[in-house]
């Protein structure tokens, strides 16, 4: 099972914003198609309290937190998945379902050098 947990209505309850911190850290530069230089944790607090999107959400399993998933204002798509839960279809099912919640036609804004999300995209369309 899966669910998505508003980051913006649970940012206090479920550490939201130290746990997207994490996994920012785990981006490699070929996979961040927003930053260049890692933001000091004042910057990204600042960032997430802005409400940066239309919708941000933790992707969260029985087991726990696999990652994060966002729809900007432009309807791009974001998906971020934790180095453990990589590779058991977590990311296909996070973006299932944010279709449902957000249906209507969505864009991934990729970085070119990221071949893996490239592939992941456009296998979902």
């Not at 998945?81 to 058991?88: F, M």
């Not at 050098?113 to 296998?123: D, G, L, R, T």
């Given at each position: 099972m899966i669910e998505l947990h508003d980051v913006y209505a649970d940012m206090k309850h479920t550490n939201a914003i130290a746990r997207l911190y994490g996994w920012l850290e785990q981006r490699?530069?070929?996979l961040s198609i927003s930053h260049r230089n890692m933001p000091t944790m004042k910057q990204h607090t600042n960032f997430v309290l802005g409400r940066p999107y239309r919708a941000w959400y933790l992707i969260v399993l029985d087991e726990g937190y696999a990652g994060n998933v966002y729809l900007t204002n432009?309807?791009?798509?974001?998906?971020h998945?934790?180095?453990?839960?990589?590779?058991?279809g977590?990311?296909?099912?996070?973006?299932?379902?944010?279709?449902e919640i957000h249906p209507g036609p969505m864009l991934a804004n990729i970085n070119p050098?990221?071949?893996?999300?490239?592939?992941?995209?456009?296998?979902h369309g």
């Open positions: 490699t530069p070929e432009q309807r791009e798509v974001g998906i998945i934790d180095e453990t839960y990589r590779g058991r977590v990311g296909s099912r996070a973006l299932n379902r944010l279709r050098e990221n071949e893996h999300s490239i592939a992941f995209f456009k296998k």
